[in-house]
């Protein structure tokens, strides 16, 4: 039997699983799974949000992080970009459920649904979804 099994001289498998390589290789039943709608809140608070929705897109995908010290709402979510600028947070009165799911080490995600720019005001509207491993 040792015979069928034969050594991967290049180490291939090696380099494609490497973290080095950048490469997530997808997981078996990893998927998706679209919970809520909603919008941005607090996009008016936000230095320079016309220039950073200027580069969002329909779909983009938006990051969450949890701020349990935020004085004004412990379960609160604030939602970024992918290059690390903060757009604002799920409304309150969305993010007692999510904050728990975060809590418990779900991952929770936003893709842009539409966006506007009223003024200084951002009105945004995402999706969010639980990606599931």
Request: zero cysteines; charged letters at 35%; proline letters at 4%.
């Amino acid at each position: 039997m040792s015979d069928l099994i034969k050594k991967d001289e290049a180490g291939l498998l090696d380099y494609l699983i490497n973290k080095e390589t950048g490469l997530d290789l997808p997981k078996p039943f990893e998927r998706d799974i679209y919970l809520f709608d909603t919008y941005v809140a607090g996009t008016s608070h936000i230095p320079d949000i016309e220039a950073i929705s200027s580069k969002l897109e329909k779909d983009d995908r938006l990051v969450f992080y949890r701020e349990v010290e935020n004085e004004a709402d412990p379960q609160a979510i604030r939602i970024e970009t992918l290059n690390k600028e903060k757009i604002g947070y799920i409304p309150r009165q969305d993010n007692a459920i999510f904050s728990r799911l975060m809590d418990a080490g779900k991952e929770l995600f936003a893709r842009v649904i539409d966006k506007e720019m009223r003024g200084k005001w951002l009105k945004m509207r995402i999706k969010i979804f639980l990606h599931e491993l």
